[in-house]
């Protein structure tokens, strides 16, 4: 697989995290070759063919840069990673893996009430592996999913993974070499493709129900999350359910985090999967 690295000199977890996987694998700049003025690193894996680009601006609201990079190398990504900071009021020390897109208003880059593909294979892979090394460092972060949220928008699969949640984390050497060694080590192996592929509805931010039933269960991945403050939203249409089915690759159901949806909000969207022909997924597929 063709994968795109991108990190932002705007963002202190970014440079953190670009830094300590640049002492991992065997990273050669690309002769006479630049993406913002910063040089470009490539390394072939015996599973993938990487590119690690920096950008000068912050990666949420920088549009089409998968296209970027075709256009100035001719490297043709079939997924992309973007390596971030988390930001949360609440200081949550925390590790995350999310998709990008926006169930309404791009206020924060993208386009309104349209998602980038996710990539839930990487996504769920790269959350297993963080969570080990995470465990193996003991470094008493709280390691999970995020839901769908920001920019930037793209064709290409896209992922970000993340150090939160203020700067004491951004900065910290022990979170960036985590998150190095997770892809690196993601790098090393081929992506495995699960049984079942499954949009998540409903929860939180942090998805712990979707977080949970990924470390548990191998032959799951979770693409595009649709979270309750999102479903109860006044300009929430019931469209975008169909826009993260689309836009989650690969994908076969539905999963519902019924206990976390009110009665009414989870009969509308029984009702809503039932009319438009899709499938319900059930944690006793798996049990």
């Given amino acids: 697989m063709h994968i795109a690295i991108i990190s932002s000199n705007e963002d202190p977890a970014s440079?953190?995290?670009?830094?300590?996987?640049?002492?991992?694998l065997d990273w050669n700049p690309l002769q006479d070759a630049a993406f913002d003025g910063n040089p470009v690193f490539v390394s072939q894996t015996k599973e993938h063919k990487l590119l690690l680009v920096a950008i000068n601006d912050?990666?949420?609201r920088r549009e089409n840069v998968d296209a970027e990079i075709r256009g100035q190398h001719g490297f043709d990504p079939e997924a992309v990673i973007v390596v971030s900071r988390h930001r949360a009021e609440s200081g949550k020390r925390s590790l995350t893996v999310h998709p990008v897109g926006n169930y309404g208003a791009a206020e924060f880059g993208g386009k309104d009430k349209?998602?980038?593909?996710?990539?839930?294979?990487l996504m769920a892979a790269a959350l297993r592996i963080l969570k080990r090394k995470s465990d193996e460092?003991?470094?008493s972060y709280d390691v999970c999913y995020e839901v769908t949220h920001h920019g930037p928008y793209v064709e290409t699969?896209?992922?970000f993974i993340e150090i939160g949640s203020s700067g004491q984390e951004w900065g910290d050497d022990a979170a960036g070499s985590a998150i190095a060694e997770t892809l690196a080590e993601l790098?090393?192996?081929p992506v495995a493709e699960p049984e079942h592929v499954l949009?998540?509805?409903?929860?939180?931010h942090y998805a712990p129900r979707f977080t949970d039933l990924v470390l548990e269960y191998k032959n799951v991945a979770i693409g595009h999350m649709i979270p309750n403050y999102r479903l109860e939203s006044p300009d929430f249409e019931m469209a975008a359910l169909a826009e993260a089915f689309k836009k989650t690759p690969g994908a076969t159901a539905f999963y519902?985090?019924?206990k976390a949806l009110g009665k009414e909000m989870l009969q509308r969207i029984n009702e809503w999967i039932d009319e438009n022909g899709f499938e319900r997924f059930s944690g006793r597929q798996v049990a």
Avoid: Y
């Fill in 187 to 189: 790098f090393l192996n």
């Fill in 15 to 24: 440079v953190n995290i670009r830094g300590h996987l640049l002492q991992h």
């Fill in 114 to 121: 349209t998602l980038a593909p996710s990539a839930p294979s």
């Fill in 58 to 60: 912050i990666h949420i």
């Fill in 137 to 139: 460092k003991d470094i």
């Fill in 199 to 204: 949009v998540g509805i409903g929860g939180g």
């Fill in 256 to 258: 519902l985090s019924r």
């Fill in 157 to 159: 699969p896209l992922m």
